[in-house]
Structures are given as structure tokens and as C-alpha cells.
């Protein structure tokens, strides 16, 4: 199985150039295939390809975009571009986007993530039917190949989109000050430019494309955001961004310096979202996301609806069913009426656009308090994964106990919760757990530790 959570990803001599050529001919197929909003009779799909700054990334985009062509697809070449950017532009009647990039992982790895063409990301279910596809590649016959067109305002428009979105001339009013880390990523190409169309002072970090991610890691955790957390602090600013590779997750620096964990990111932006209006609707999430997002939803008499983990999932819920607003724990927020992708540059306007109003502190001080604990337990192979699963869910249903499970299994209690899930890529089940109080989080992990080992 090449399709994991959300798209196929590996290594070099894993997603090989051979590799790469069977799967984009495979998902041009699956896309040409498929009813979307960008049917048209008598016109080949659309596809738009974009790329983050990876060495391969160059390698790898020129093969996707060939491979596209060779099946009849029309190509759209967005260049070096943010996911939120290239998944923002399907709306523009394609019939999907491929976006050659690894996110968050080290700079020796890569990945195709697939988008369809209602802005839904292609789910390990869903990629298996591409798989298929794989075995039997019909091409185009050579008169009836796809056009590749270059196409290099993409940016531009998502930028453009961002500032009708937020309130322009109360952050122009302003003027906050605000430290951007871009991490060397997709970021470079795009934030500088909207934040200062937005009217805020800006000082960068790591603000040149660089597929070596020199400045810091891609993943913009408390350890690898330091510098951005000294400059906040040496610099006065009002508030400090960190994005990961390709900018669909997004971190906030208050101006105190404090590092704003992902799924308060998302406690924040229901926060916003639902000040702002009066129909307020559902919040999706995972069932790994912070219990402080239920608080807040229910706050505002929104209702939570969980999901597996993984954009794919977070995606086919909203469509299925209308939300307000869905997000993840890791800083993934979904905004969709703007379009259904993690969005880290309209989150982080929204967040400059609250700021006007009191700082990120004060904002901080709505989302409740929780502490979380994580440890993973070694997993020979599948059976065993499954084997734990099992005795967790079992110890659930015996107990009477609240659980879900969706993605493994989460047991909610009145101030905390636990969930035991298998790694989708590695052999560990993971257990996460969070209470009001440490002590309670790691007597859960250790409980539940116990529970799926027992024999």
C-alpha cells in the first residue's frame, strides 16, 4: 500500500522518479474519472501542480506534470507554492491538485498529496483505488496528450483572497508588529507579501526558500521555534508565526513569548470564527485533538464531531455533513467557505486581525488549561497493533466506559480522556492522554499502558 493518511510519502529511494511516473499516471486517471464541479464536456480535466522547496522537489514535479499530460490531463503549473495556495486554486475549475511536497518531514523526504476536485485530500481508502490503476496504464493516443501551462499568479489570488477575508483596515489601524519564521519553506514565497499588504510591520526568520531547511526543522515545534521566541521577546512585536514545510500547519509566539501549541490554535480560530457570527454550526475534528476544542464549541453551543486522523478525514466529514469549522491538534484549521484546506495563512490573518483587539495573552486566557502526556509502546507487526486495540476496547466496553472509536479508541472522561491508536507508518501504538492536572495524565498513560500490554 503506497496511499497512507494523506498521500504517498518517503523517501528518495522510496518515491522514486519510476515510482512517481506510475502514480501521477494513475491518479491523472482517477481524476479524469471522477465527477467533480469542474466537469465540462468536450474539455480534457485540469490539474494543477505545485511544489514545495525540496531538492527533489524540481525532479519530481516534472514528472508528475508529464505523467499528467500522458494520460490527456491539462496541467497547470503553479510552481513553488503553499498547499493552502494550490488547493485554494481548484475552485478555479480544476478537477484536482497534486502538490509535491513531504510537509513537515526532514528535508530528505517527499510526497504526492492529492486533492480532488471538490477540495477533498485523498484518503488511504480512496488512494487504494488509484493503486489499481497502477497495474494498467492507459495513455492518451499521441494527438490527444494534455497541455502543460505555467501559470504564476496563484499566489497572487490566494493572497488577494486572504485580505478580503479578514478586516484590512482595522489591522492597517494598528499596524502590529509581527515576527514571521517561514522556515525556509513555501512560507518565504508567500507570508512577507501578505503581511504587509495587510498593513503590519514585519521582521522575518528564515524567510529564503531553502529545500535543506537550514534555518530550523520543517515541524515548527517549541524546540525548533526558539529563535522566533527570542526575537518576539528582544523585539517587542505583538505576536510571532511558525509554519512547517508547506504551510497547512501554523504556530503562534504571544507577546510575552509564550509558544501557542497547535490545538489551541484552533481553540483560538473557533473562538474568532464564532464572535464574528450568528449561525455557528458544528466543529470537526480528531479524536486526537485537545478536549479545551470541545470546551470552546460547547461554549458557543457548538456540537463536536470527531474523526480519524488525517486532513482526508477532517474533509469527507465537512462535505458529508456542514460545519462551521474543522481543524487539528497539530495547527491545521479549516475555514470552509474559504475552501477545505488546512489554511496556516488565513488562520495566522485571522489571529493578526483578533490582535487589533486585545493581545494574543488575553485571547489565551478563554482557551481552558489542559496538560498532555504521549508515550508509544513497541509493536512487532499489524497483529500485534490490532491485539492492543482489542484489549483497550474491550477494557472500555466492560467498564461502561465514554469511548469512541473511530481511530483506535478514545475514552472520554468529565476532565480528561485517553486514546490508544496504532501508528499508521511506524511500529508503535501510541497513547495520548490529557487531564486537568500532570499527575492525572501520566496516571492515565501508565493505566492504559497496562491495559493494552496485559495478556
Not at 499516471?25 to 501542480?49: H, M, R
Not at 484549521?333 to 485571522?350: C, M
Not at 492492543?388 to 466506559?401: C, G, W
Request: proline share 4%; charged share 25%.
Amino acid at each position: 500500500m503506497y496511499f497512507g493518511t494523506n498521500g504517498v510519502r518517503g523517501k528518495f529511494d522510496q518515491l522514486t522518479p519510476e515510482l512517481t511516473l506510475k502514480l501521477a499516471q494513475a491518479i491523472g486517471i482517477y481524476l479524469k474519472n471522477s465527477k467533480s464541479s469542474s466537469d465540462k464536456v468536450g474539455e480534457k480535466p485540469k490539474i494543477i501542480v505545485a511544489r514545495d522547496c525540496r531538492m527533489t522537489g524540481e525532479l519530481l514535479q516534472s514528472i508528475v506534470m508529464g505523467a499528467l499530460a500522458s494520460v490527456g490531463c491539462d496541467v497547470l503549473d503553479i510552481g513553488i507554492a503553499s498547499s493552502p495556495t494550490a488547493e485554494f486554486m481548484i475552485k478555479t475549475g480544476a478537477a484536482g491538485c497534486i502538490i509535491v511536497s513531504a510537509s513537515h518531514n526532514p528535508p530528505e523526504w517527499n510526497a504526492l498529496k492529492v486533492v480532488d476536485g471538490f477540495g477533498v485530500a485523498i484518503s488511504h481508502e480512496r488512494g487504494g483505488k488509484i493503486e489499481k490503476l497502477m497495474e494498467k496504464i492507459s495513455l492518451a493516443k499521441w494527438d490527444d496528450i494534455g497541455k502543460i501551462t505555467k501559470y504564476d499568479r496563484a499566489t497572487l489570488e490566494h493572497i488577494e483572497a486572504i485580505g478580503n477575508a479578514v478586516n484590512r483596515e482595522a489591522i492597517a489601524a494598528k499596524r502590529p508588529k509581527i515576527v514571521l519564521d517561514c522556515g525556509n519553506g513555501t512560507a518565504c514565497v508567500i507570508a512577507p507579501k501578505l503581511f504587509k499588504e495587510l498593513g503590519c510591520e514585519i521582521l522575518t526568520l528564515n524567510s529564503h526558500p531553502d529545500g535543506k531547511f537550514p534555518g530550523r526543522a520543517s515541524e515548527p515545534s517549541e524546540g525548533n521555534v526558539k529563535d522566533l521566541v527570542a526575537l518576539v521577546q528582544s523585539s517587542g512585536a505583538n505576536a510571532g508565526v511558525a509554519w512547517d514545510g508547506d504551510g497547512d500547519r501554523v504556530i503562534f509566539v504571544d507577546e510575552k513569548g509564550g509558544y501557542v501549541i497547535g490545538d489551541k490554535v484552533f481553540a483560538l480560530s473557533i473562538i474568532w470564527k464564532f464572535n464574528s457570527v450568528l449561525a455557528r454550526g458544528d466543529v470537526v475534528t480528531t479524536v486526537a485533538t485537545s478536549k479545551a476544542v470541545e470546551d470552546v464549541a460547547k461554549s458557543y453551543g457548538g456540537k463536536i464531531r470527531y474523526t480519524a486522523i488525517g486532513a482526508p478525514y477532517l474533509c469527507e466529514e465537512m462535505i458529508k455533513k456542514p460545519a462551521a469549522i474543522g481543524g487539528e491538534e497539530v495547527g491545521g484549521v479549516i475555514f470552509p467557505e474559504f475552501s477545505l484546506a488546512k489554511d496556516g495563512f488565513l488562520t495566522a490573518a485571522k489571529m493578526v486581525e483578533a490582535i487589533c483587539q486585545k493581545p494574543l495573552s488575553n485571547w489565551l486566557e478563554l482557551v481552558p488549561k489542559y496538560y498532555n502526556i504521549k508515550t508509544k509502546i513497541d509493536a512487532k507487526n499489524e497483529k500485534t497493533k490490532k491485539q492492543m486495540i482489542a484489549r483497550v476496547l474491550k477494557y472500555a466496553k466492560s467498564k461502561k466506559l465514554d469511548y469512541i472509536d473511530i481511530d483506535g479508541v478514545r475514552i472520554n472522561m468529565k476532565e480528561s480522556w485517553v486514546i490508544v491508536r496504532p501508528s499508521g507508518t511506524e511500529p508503535y501504538v501510541r497513547i495520548f492522554a490529557e487531564a486537568k492536572g500532570e499527575e492525572e495524565a501520566k496516571r492515565l498513560v501508565k493505566e492504559y499502558e497496562g491495559v493494552a500490554k496485559q495478556k
